[in-house]
């Protein structure tokens, strides 16, 4: 019992390995939201901007699929989104109006030869009238 009180009362933190694999550990997962970071708020910006097409007037007030694409286009060159194309863009027309869709994958690079890849699927529907 005299050594287990005597062990306790010499043991006052973290070993230097304990701190380099707190450190390590800390550090990879900043990494990984610091390589996140960019690609969510780009992803902020599309969906705004698609949400923005909804309420907005001048789209709603006609001129089909094209108009759509076109304010659509304007808005994400605005906001500076460099991860959707026009291929990424999908506008369909139904009973109420359209579906915009933009669907696209973005893939940056992590640590030496491991990437990371994120799918972003979003739909909005815009009225006709």
Known sequence: MKQL??????????????WVILIAVIGFFALFIIKLFPIYMEHFDIKSSLHS?????????????ASIREHLDKR?????????????ITITQDDT?????VTYEVKTSFIYNISLVVHF?????????
Do not use: F, H
């Open 5 to 18: 009180r005597a062990m306790k009362g010499r043991q006052e933190g973290l070993t230097m390995i304990s």
């Open 53 to 65: 097409l909804a309420t907005d007037a001048d789209v709603r007030g006609g001129g089909g699929a």
């Open 76 to 88: 994400l060159e605005i906001n500076d989104v460099s991860d959707v194309t026009d291929d990424n």
């Open 97 to 101: 109006g359209y579906q915009v869709n």
């Open 121 to 129: 699927d979003d739909t909005v529907e815009v009225p006709a009238r």
